[in-house]
């Protein structure tokens, strides 16, 4: 109950584009915030994107513009359309679900790495 498994990181070039997927259960994706974090070795965990069960988002400056949160509900899938990528997007992704406070969630996905080259 409450997994989340990400998929879609890779590497690509600065200026490109990659979808981060992540799939969860169908009670978890009903019932539950999700949202997509990054971290990146020696820094903190910084919430990139979220999206309520209405589908209202949120967004962190840095990404505004160029990420796009969805919900696709026929999949119980949450997806990150990350467009024209910097490096400083280089980071592990991290999908969670079911936010109970602050920035907590109860289940995290196991990461998925992106990496953006110059």
């Known amino acids: 109950q409450g997994q989340v498994v990400e998929s879609g990181g890779g590497s690509v070039q600065a200026g490109g584009s990659l979808k981060l997927s992540c799939e969860t259960n169908?009670?978890?994706?009903?019932?539950?915030?999700m949202a997509w974090h990054r971290q990146v070795p020696g820094k903190e965990r910084e919430l990139v994107s979220s999206?309520?069960?209405?589908?209202?988002?949120t967004f962190a400056d840095s990404v505004k513009g160029r990420f796009t949160i969805s919900r696709d509900s026929s999949k119980n899938t949450v997806y990150l359309q990350m467009n024209n990528l910097t490096t400083e997007d280089t980071a592990t992704y991290y999908c969670?679900?079911?936010?109970?406070?602050?920035?907590?969630?109860?289940?995290w996905g196991q990461g998925t790495r992106v990496t953006v080259s110059s």
């Open positions: 169908s009670f978890t994706f009903s019932m539950c915030e």
């Open positions: 999206i309520k069960k209405d589908g209202a988002t």
């Open positions: 969670a679900a079911c936010r109970y406070g602050g920035n907590f969630y109860s289940y």
